[in-house]
């Protein structure tokens, strides 16, 4: 089984390093890895909690799971931004070529394309949509303008 301290110890030590396409792809699998491994002690932490406090807790629970999930989402972005902004600073350093910058941008941008479809899919209310379009609407207006 793997180790946590032992993935996070590799992520640390492949941080330090000179920064190259394997490199963002192993910390990528890594970041995914330890992220999951998190979620899923939670997770189950968070059950053994629910199931002791009987059968009335049965809809937090389901709130819980919920939650976790929009959690989740949002945390897939995090490991993949820090890697574009390692990159980036790396970039500004002349320690990596446009390519490792171009990469990290792109995953970025998918995760955070990922993220905002996952927030109009799991808005309940008409308000709720109508706030996620609006902000994307106001995004593509500042980028048309050049901000």
């Known amino acids: 089984m793997l180790d946590l ?40 932490a968070e059950h053994k909690h629910m199931e002791h406090e009987g059968d009335t807790q049965h809809e937090h629970m389901k709130h819980g799971e919920e939650k976790a999930v929009m959690k989740s989402d949002a945390g897939e972005i995090m490991p993949c931004y820090k890697t574009y902004c390692d990159t980036k600073k790396k970039y500004r350093r002349y320690e990596v070529t446009e390519q490792p910058l171009e990469m990290a941008t792109n995953d970025l941008c998918c995760d955070m394309k990922k993220f905002i479809l996952s927030l109009m899919s799991n808005a309940d209310t008409t308000e709720e949509k109508n706030k996620v379009k609006e902000m994307i609407v106001q995004l593509h207006e500042m980028f048309q303008k050049g901000v």
């Open 5 to 44: 301290a032992e993935i996070n110890r590799e992520i640390e030590k492949l941080e330090n390093c000179k920064t190259c396409y394997a490199t963002c792809e192993r910390l990528s699998i890594l970041y995914n890895v330890r992220d999951h491994m998190t979620e899923q002690a939670q997770g189950y």
